[in-house]
Each structure stands twice: as C-alpha cells, then as structure tokens.
C-alpha cells in the first residue's frame, strides 16, 4: 500500500474529525454571514423569555401561522401556534400524517431579577436587590453594563412594559465592585465566597428629592421618577417579572468575523435556527413544532416550564383539529424529538478541564449529546442508540456537520436539559445543539459555522419522513 492508500483507508474507517470550515464553499460561507446578520440582531431585539415570545409571534404571524384556537379544523399544511401565559410558545406546522418531528429549545437565560421589595437607600445611593435566576458565576455580572426589561402588574390588571437601556440615549445601571486597592481580602477567597448574592446590588440613583432632611430622601426621588413615567408606586414591584439583562450589543468577533458574541446564546441560539427553520418547512410529510420552554435554567418547572402540561394541551388542541383516532401517548411513543440546548465548547484557556476525545469543539458542527447529567450520568436522558442510528442517517444524507460529545471530564461537572422530560412522556429524544464558549456568561460565544449548520440541520430533521421501527 502506498500512502496515498493509508491515506484513504485511514480516512475511510475513521470519523470525521475537522473544522466545518475546512471544506466550505466561499458562496456558502456568504450565506452563514448573512443568516447570523438575523441572527444577531434577534439576539439584541430579544433578551428576556417574555421578549422571544413578542418577537416570534410577530415573525409567525408574518409568515402565515394563525393562533391555534382561532382554527375550528386544520388540515396538511396549516401552520399554527399556541402562547402560553406569555413566557413560552409552541408552533407546528401540520403533516399529512399525525406523527410528530418536535424541536424543543429554551428561551429563558441566566440573569438578575429583581426581588419583591427591591429598593433601597443605602449611604446617599439608590440601589436594587436582586436574586439571581439561572446558573451564573456571579463576579461575572460586576461593573458591566445592565438593561432593564419585564412587566409590572398593577393590581387592577393594567400591565406596564419596561425596557431601559438598549437605546444609544438610554442611561444603564450596573453593580459596582470593589477597587483592587482595597481587594485583598476578598482576592484571597474563593471566588464562590468572594461576591456574596445579596451583594448583587443594582445601582440606580443619587439624587435626593428634596433640599430639606428627610428619611430615604434619594429612594423618594427614584420612587416618584417611576411614578411619574410609569404610574406605579413601591408596592407594584410585588406584582412584577423585572429581569436585568447584559446591555452589550450583540458583535461578530475576531479578524475573521467567523464568531459571535452576545448575550443569552444558551438557548437563543437553537431558539432562533430552530424557529427559521421551521418557518422553511411546507407540506411535511409529518407534524413539524418548535418547542420554545420557559424556566429551563431553573429545573423547568412552572406552569411555563416544559414538566407543565401546557404541552399535552396543546398537542390534544391539534389533535382533536385533525380528527385524530390516536391518544396522545399513541403520539409521544412515535414522536421524534431533538431536544435543542446548547453546551460547552473546548476552550483552549482551560485544557485540564476537558478530556479531548469527547468535547464539541466551535466549528465541527451540531453536538450530538447521547446522555447528558453529572459523574454517574445522574439525572441524563441517555437516548437509545437506535435513535441515534436514525438521527445519524438523517444528518449524514443531508451533509449535516456533526460531532458527539460530553461537556468535560467525569466528575468536573455536568448540567441537564429539558430532553429527560420528552424522554419521560415516551418519546424518542436526543440532545443536539450549538456549543458555545463561556457560556452562562454575560458574553457568550458561537461559531456562525454551527449557527448556520444547526439551521440546516433543524430543516432536514423537521422535513424527515422516517420513523424508528418498532
Ligand atoms: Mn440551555
Ligand atoms: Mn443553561
């Protein structure tokens, strides 16, 4: 054998293991760029869960989908949605047959909320206490700038919007740490011990009332700026969802402008491709839906969050639309579902932490995780290979990028998703989405290379007719 041989006998026999970008043409490179234009600008339009559901809504609705409970029927093709308490939505696309092909992503993102009684005055300054929502490493989120988005019930019913600090003459807010001259104390701690949570105090005015001596004379003044802009007084905050946010612009990074940086990837980045690809799909052989989830970062609890029925109740509407005979567990026990949540990318600063064989590396396309869970695969939905055999052919004959890996050594780690809930109705899933590096940080980073890839990927499963023999 000469070496050109090995060469080919090597390649032949072991798995693909090179950048996406190795092999791709300039005239598609163009189109991943122009994709993540949208992208990006979707990632600045919609921070908050609340806001994803605005912005989808309104981009189904431009492309033909109808709110599910205006249909007394549907038929092949239909195309319909369903929100739920305005924090989660799910839209399908009708099949010729009732089997489902089901993309479920998560449109929640670690953050601060505000707590119940948030303001306060604290030596001539205004702040806001927050508790945090989602896994974050808290110094983290110090000296950066904060927006400031959600809804503010009043008792009467009448919900106020609030959105500060994306506009170039917004003011921001941020929480100020402590100068490195007076640090050393708290640089010899861990850094879990070093900012303590109910430090994470939001700064947000200085300014007293009156000229007069009066108690929390700076909290007044705060409290009668809301007052007059947005009508509220103290207690409407109890009655409120207010979420800070990074207020970075979402940026192309590097020379090459080959990444993307912003924040709110995990899960936004599978939200969005999974979302575009759907709005590409017509006629399917099978009912295509795009799951987007509230509260996965939480444990997906709540009447928003994927353990909540709202899914089987939607399901049931479309099922009893179609006139079908079958029961929902009939459904689940055929449903092909890709649980769309993104994961940990190598990073290169980092190598003891990962054990090479077995990461997703930016730019090899989407992560096919098997099982996901801590040391023990604790807590995993671990799909059955035959699944994965299916998954694999659909991918391998539409020229689908993919790899298949964990996220870090046994036992460093280890995270979930909302695949074990589907799995747990009896549905066939697997966990398959975009890796990004630091991710849960204020500045996530993707590849446009995988963003595109996960768009093509989600468009060939939601238009596959195969089904898993029993
Ligand atoms: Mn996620
Ligand atoms: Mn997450």
């Known amino acids: 054998m000469d070496i050109n041989q090995i060469k080919k006998l090597k390649e032949s026999l072991f798995k693909p293991s090179q950048s996406g ?6 005239e598609n490179k163009k189109k991943m760029y122009t994709y993540s234009e949208g992208y990006i600008s979707f990632l600045n339009e919609a921070k908050t869960e609340r806001m994803c559901v605005t912005y989808f809504k ?10 599910i409970d205006d249909c007394q029927t549907l038929k092949p093709n239909d195309k319909v949605y369903y929100i739920n308490k305005e924090k989660n939505i799910y839209a399908a696309i009708i099949g010729q047959e009732d089997n489902l092909n089901i993309i479920g992503a998560h449109i929640d993102s670690p953050r601060l909320d505000l707590k119940p009684n948030p303001l306060y005055e604290s030596d001539e300054l205004a702040l806001f206490k927050t508790h945090y929502y989602g896994g974050i490493k808290k110094y983290q989120w110090l000296n950066i700038p904060l927006s400031m988005h959600g809804v503010i019930v009043k008792k009467d019913g009448t919900k106020i919007q609030i959105d500060i600090g994306e506009k170039e003459e917004d003011p921001i807010f941020t929480i100020a740490d402590l100068l490195p001259h007076l640090s050393n104390w708290q640089e010899n701690k861990t ?31 705060i409290i009668s700026i809301l007052n007059k802009e947005y009508g509220i007084t103290e207690r409407d905050f109890v009655s409120s969802e207010i979420e800070f946010t990074p207020a970075f612009k979402s940026k192309s990074l590097g020379f090459d402008k080959s990444l993307i940086a912003g924040y709110g990837q995990d899960d936004r980045a599978c939200t969005y491709t999974s979302m575009t690809a759907l709005l590409n799909i017509e006629n399917p052989k099978k009912t295509a ?7 996965e970062e939480i444990g997906s609890m709540g009447n928003t969050g994927m353990s909540s029925t709202s899914f089987d109740y939607f399901i049931e509407k479309i099922l009893k639309k179609i006139n079908s005979t079958k029961t929902i567990n009939e459904i689940y026990n055929d449903s092909l579902v890709l649980s769309a949540d993104v994961t940990g990318a190598y ?15 930016l ?9 996901t869970g801590s040391a023990s695969k604790g807590g995993a939905s671990d799909a059955n290979s035959e699944y ?4 694999r052919k659909i991918f391998e004959e539409n020229n689908i990028t993919y790899q298949s890996s964990e996220m870090g050594k046994i036992g460093i780690g280890g995270g979930g998703t909302i695949a074990y809930i589907l799995a747990n109705r009896g549905m066939n899933v697997i966990d398959c989405g975009i890796s990004l590096l630091s ?5 996530e980073i993707s590849s446009k290379f995988d963003i595109y890839n996960a768009y093509q990927g989600y468009i060939s499963f939601y238009k596959t007719d195969e089904i898993l023999k029993k």
Do not use: Q, R
Not at 289 to 295: F, G, S, T
């Open 21 to 26: 970008w190795m092999t791709l043409e300039e």
């Open 58 to 67: 309104n981009l189904l609705i431009e492309n033909g989908f109808k709110n």
């Open 191 to 221: 850094l879990y011990e070093a900012i303590d949570p109910e430090n994470l105090n939001i700064l947000v005015g200085s300014i007293p009332y009156t000229k007069d001596k009066i108690n929390e004379n700076i909290k007044l003044n």
């Open 289 to 295: 839906i795009c799951i987007l989830a509230d509260k």
């Open 347 to 361: 990073n290169p600063n980092f190598p003891d932490i990962y054990e090479k064989n077995n990461e997703s590396y």
């Open 363 to 371: 730019g090899h396309g989407l992560s096919l995780i098997k099982y």
């Open 388 to 391: 994965v055999a299916l998954i």
């Open 439 to 443: 991710m849960h940080s204020p500045y």
